[in-house]
């Protein structure tokens, strides 16, 4: 534990007011904002009650284990993932250029919100069928990337074809990396400028954009 999250865990908890009818919403947004500043592992229903201002039971009103609570944030943050790519495409209709912005949407989003970003891609939890909607949502973000790539791949040779689930994964790691290496600083080490790193993601994303087609 190092010293900022000792420092988060010993501080006075804030009493927030809340009704009976947001009581599930208050618990939500305040186990994300923990989540931006201690790990999965450091986050409890207790802990979530106290930051919250409620009583210990209070969460297992809505939420029968810390597993079911991080699912459902999980499946927020895949919901807000579909809506930001989605959002990115408008106006854009080449396939090269939207599977580039993709690619540039998937890093900020990872900038915007790491807390999501860790659940969505770091936490697993093997019954994602005990939140509703949770595999639909998550699959919705899939398929506008798989179907950005394959759009790509039919601008291919036609006799030199690429294998789809390789040109998903060359992508995915791509972007995955990119986002691993900003968020745990190392683009930092060498431009400490944002905006450079910036230009930097998206001529690399752009490079490989333009390598499946060749």
């Not at 900022?4 to 009976?20: L, N, R």
């Not at 595999?135 to 294998?163: C, G, H, K, M, W």
Request: with cysteine.
């Amino acid at each position: 534990m190092n010293m900022e999250t000792a420092e988060y865990m010993t501080a006075k908890p804030k009493k927030k007011a809340y009704h009976h009818g947001n009581l599930k919403e208050t618990l939500i947004d305040t186990a994300y904002n923990m989540l931006s500043v201690i790990t999965v592992d450091e986050l409890s229903l207790r802990a979530l009650a106290r930051e919250a201002g409620v009583s210990q039971t209070a969460p297992y009103r809505h939420f029968e284990s810390k597993e079911e609570l991080l699912l459902e944030l999980r499946k927020r943050g895949f919901e807000q993932f579909s809506e930001e790519m989605k959002g990115a495409l408008k106006g854009i209709e080449t396939p090269q250029e939207q599977l580039c912005q993709i690619g540039i949407t998937y890093v900020e989003f990872a900038k915007k919100y790491p807390a999501y970003f860790n659940l969505m891609f770091e936490y697993m939890y093997c019954d994602q069928h005990q939140i509703e909607g949770f595999l639909e949502t998550s699959n919705d973000a899939y398929l506008i990337f798989s179907e950005t790539v394959q759009a790509v791949l039919a601008l291919r040779d036609e006799d030199d074809p690429v294998d789809l689930l390789s040109a998903e994964t060359s992508c995915w790691a791509l972007v995955q990396g990119l986002c691993g290496l900003r968020m745990k600083g190392v683009l930092a080490r060498y431009f400490s400028d944002e905006n450079a790193q910036d230009v930097l993601v998206r001529q690399t994303i752009r490079l490989q954009s333009e390598l499946l087609l060749k």
